[in-house]
């Protein structure tokens, strides 16, 4: 398996600064399978359970009204997508299925603390509890509990989010396509 890799000058954040409270991200994006009703579900509870939070919305098209506060970025370019990232803390993840799924990897290039679903590229670029939290499709609750956790317990936000960053450096665009490379010109 050669996984995708990912950008790091276009994500990494080195020294992120992360805040008290913590920002919450989220690509938003209506196609079914990226769990939307779950995500937006989750920030719901959450916004109502800790109404100080900043929740931060990004995506490929605008969500309808939603039910709390959000900042929202239509199409960002990519500095602007990294931005969102630096000034996030946690980012959420729920997608039903994924071919491979970037964003949970840019997050954790940016160093923060990724809740996902654990689809596409989460079980082979995380560590489930140690990089990532990962909670099954279409487990809202687990969402919550997840986020909450987090939220109750900035230090480890600040831990997890740099555990990423350490760890998502093994999964760069470099390293994959050296190793694609590799397969292809390999005479066996």
């Not at 109502?48 to 709390?68: A, H, Q, S, T």
């Not at 370019?77 to 959420?92: E, G, R, T």
């Not at 949970?104 to 689809?119: D, K």
């Not at 831990?159 to 050296?178: D, P, Y």
Request: proline fraction near 7%; glycine fraction near 8%.
């Amino acid at each position: 398996v050669v996984p995708n890799g990912t950008n790091m000058k276009d994500f990494g954040v080195d020294n992120k600064a992360y805040n008290n409270p913590p920002t919450l991200c989220m690509m938003y994006y209506d196609h079914p399978i990226k769990g939307m009703a779950d995500g937006l579900g989750a920030l719901k509870i959450i916004k109502e359970k800790y109404p100080e939070i900043k929740i931060v919305l990004f995506g490929l098209n605008r969500p309808g009204k939603l039910p709390f506060d959000v900042e929202y970025y239509f199409r960002p370019a990519k500095d602007q997508l990294k931005a969102v990232y630096a000034s996030s803390d946690i980012y959420l993840f729920p997608s039903l299925q994924e071919g491979s799924g970037n964003t949970p990897r840019e997050a954790m290039a940016a160093g923060c603390a990724v809740v996902s679903t654990n689809v596409g590229c989460i079980p082979d670029c995380a560590i489930p509890g140690e990089t990532a939290l990962v909670v099954e499709p279409g487990n809202m609750d687990g969402m919550v509990e997840a986020i909450s956790g987090l939220i109750e317990n900035p230090a480890r936000i600040i831990k997890m989010g740099r555990q990423a960053h350490k760890h998502i450096q093994q999964f760069t665009w470099e390293k994959s396509t050296n190793q694609l490379l590799r397969l292809l010109s390999d005479d066996a």
